[in-house]
């Protein structure tokens, strides 16, 4: 079999456009035949004829051996799309890259906004339309607890302008001010009333807006049944960094985000139409207050360290200590801090200790919380009443920022102190809310994003609302992709090629030269046990099991603003249900619409939702040379990932296990192999690029780093290749791509390339090299040097650029 590709190779001339082929024609009608010329054309049409005949035969005697060309409507599209994005003028064996990607960049145009584009991205945009269609189509399901009517009610709700535009701002004078006693610019708060933990309690939970903290659910990677909360900091506005509040060199930032707010509060006061007559004093009372509080959460921000392992035990606290414990010793942290930077009188509640080096003075200081400031059990079991108690432990991310808050708060100016804290929670409430009122509001954001940052491209009103959408139903969204765009057959074919290529790996495993055979029976009864997430999960096609997740959310058509307020209510009771229960090692951690695939070592897990399984990643109906080399060596790249040198850190239950259970041998042999891939990807370089400075420079790959990823990407192609090959002895040889001329494992590695074409602008690659990463192209050429498959594939001649002289190891 091998043997008669190779003839077929023969044939092939890389240097005409499509191959071997050629399309002769004839102009009959200018024929001019006399008799005798009719009687020599008989003779020979009947030679032709038996010709024709025989051949027939020898075709039928070599069926099993010599594919047939396949002209059906999809080889002839997989054709085409490949051969409109290779350069087949460029040598395949000098750079294999050029010649399966050479005319991406032509044709595969960068938007304005964008500064890279792959062919990853080409699919993900292609499915964001279908989602674009479906949300358009009519509903299917409109029954009033229908999650597919609730979704598009909301989707729509956020497209009427006209809604938005009669009631400008007063969805959050009506809806969020009353909830906040009432706001000091417009006269109607009354100081003595204010209470901070009241406050707090409506912000932080019931408005669903991070003021003081931001929390997330996720598990715990102590004891991984469980999940548990985090608390970060929070505060800065959206689009402020920390340091922005501190530095002193950029006034104008600061100045451009003060306009912001006092835009802002200028519409709130138009549209409450009240008669305040020190109007401006009390906005600018407002912009002050605001920014004084963020420029102290910044400061204190500053000050704090960062928890390294946030997992620790010194890093968890209940929530009773974080209350009351702030003597807990444990829990002091060793700060330096430079007296030059932060004045002494800034930082009271400290013991400290000082020091003098080069002319600097440095102080450690213990931060004391001061009791109860925050109730700290009361506001966390407001936001999370089913989960926690006051015994529940808490990780903290920056644990100094959190135990200052309460500091922060007792050394505010108590003439102002609650004026202060009412302002500042009610700009958070205002910047957070404002892009969901009209386009003035809207705007007003896009004016400030102009100021900072010169960008004045906007994501327009369709894709604002779909990216909300797609944050906060993407269960529902999901299932309308599935179940309009994603056949069962697709997914069930998919995992057909898993199968294939996780039984070339065991293979090659019992054929592995550097694993031993402790090593090996580990591995093997790991890959038995990894998970496959492929396609969808089941659920997504039941629409009473849909329905159920959201039936607790309500969904108006014709009330946007209070729709944003029940999704925000919608998404705590999921959070606390979620803290509550153990770890769901079902869900999905992708929406079924990404195109991502991913492995996830925690739970010994491989990823690969619908919206990848899609032309020319994957797709049933495509020649599974084409699957086989995209899907199929990334597959082949991940599962190795879970037996290679990162894998060994996590059982097969997921569990880390810092010794690791490669033996001692393995991880001795494997030291060589790794050598020989390091020594091949050593002084090798990626460009040029045009560097900042105007020069052209080469840029070395950081071997060290990426040899072992380069030797799971290397794997995962000889995988899917030798994968490949056993499908076809199972299931017959696939008929040649038509037009082209390649064979079937050309055309393999073609297809795995061309997953990786991109279109780049030069200052994106030039700091993705600097950065250390590998670039497509760079990364495409080692590895398929480096496989002598492919090197046969294509008769590539040694000393050629792509056949490495010396091929490694690889599993
Ligand atoms: C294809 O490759 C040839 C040879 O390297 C080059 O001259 C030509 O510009 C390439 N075509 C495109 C569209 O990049
Ligand atoms: C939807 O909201 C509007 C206000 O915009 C209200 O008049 C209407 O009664 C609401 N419909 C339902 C079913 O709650
Ligand atoms: C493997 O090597 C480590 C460190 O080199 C050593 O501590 C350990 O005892 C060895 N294990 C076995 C089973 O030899
Ligand atoms: C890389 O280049 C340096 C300097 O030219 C040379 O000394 C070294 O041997 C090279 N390393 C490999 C693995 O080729």
Known sequence: MTDNKEDNLKEFN?????????????????????????????????????????????????????????????????????????????????????????????????????????????????????????????????????????????????????????????????????????????????????????????????????????????????????????????????????????????????????????????LIARDSKLNIPDIDSRIEDFVSDAFTMETKLAELYKRSAVNRDRFETSSRITLNDLKINSGNVQFFSLLVIRVDEIGMEEVPHRLDWSHESKGTTYTAVLEHCPNGVIDWVAQMQYEFPNALTKDSSVILYKKDFIFGLGSLVNNLDSGTKNRMLHNYFIWRLLESYATHLSWEYVHANREYYVDIRGQTEFLGTWKYCYQYIDKKMPEALSSLFVRDHFADKNRDKAKEITDYVTKALISEIDDNKFLDSATKKIAKSKLAKTVYKIGYPDFMLSADKLDKIYSSLAINRTDYFQNIMNVNQFEKVHYDNELAGDVDRTKWVYNVYDTSMAVLFYWNEIIVPAGFLQSPLYDYKNPHYANFGSMGSLIGHFMTNMIDERGRYWSEKGKWTPQTWWTNGTKTNYASVKQCVLNYYTNKTQGPYIAPDGTSEMIPIKAKWYARRAISYTTGIKLALKAYRKWESDNGVEPLSPVLGLTNDQMFFVAQAQSYCYNRKNAAAYSNAVRGRVEEDVRTNLAMSQISEFTRAFKCKPGSQMNAPSKCAYY
């Open 14 to 266: 890389p240097n005409s456009k499509f191959g071997n082929l050629s399309v002769p024609s004839f102009n009959f009608s200018s024929m001019n035949w006399t008799r005798r010329e009719y009687i020599l054309g008989g003779v020979l049409t009947a030679t032709l004829l038996i010709m024709f005949i025989l051949a027939g035969f020898l075709g039928a005697a070599h069926n099993k051996t010599v594919p047939k060309t396949c002209n059906n409507a999809r080889c002839l599209e997989m054709a085409a799309y490949v051969a409109y994005t290779m350069n087949s003028s460029v040598d395949p064996c000098t750079d294999f890259y050029q010649y399966a990607c050479g005319t991406y960049s032509s044709f595969k145009y960068l938007e304005p906004d964008h500064t890279s584009r792959t062919v990853m991205d080409d699919v993900y945009h292609r499915n964001e339309d279908k989602l674009r269609n479906l949300l358009e189509a009519p509903t299917k399901r409109s029954t009033e607890w229908a999650a597919e009517l609730k979704l598009k009610d909301l989707f729509n709700s956020c497209l009427d302008d006209y809604l938005k535009e009669r009631r400008r701002g007063r969805p959050f004078i009506e809806k969020i001010l009353p909830k906040m006693g009432g706001w000091y610019v417009l006269n109607s708060w009354d100081s003595n009333q204010f209470d901070l933990n009241s406050n707090l309690k409506t912000v932080q939970t019931d408005l669903w807006v991070a003021a003081f903290w931001t929390n997330s659910v996720g598990f715990d990677w102590k004891d991984w049944d469980k999940n548990v909360v985090q608390l970060y900091p929070a505060g800065s506005g959206k689009y402020m960094s920390w340091s922005y509040y501190t530095r002193t060199d950029n006034q104008k930032v600061k100045d451009d985000y003060k306009k912001f707010m006092r835009r802002l509060a200028n």
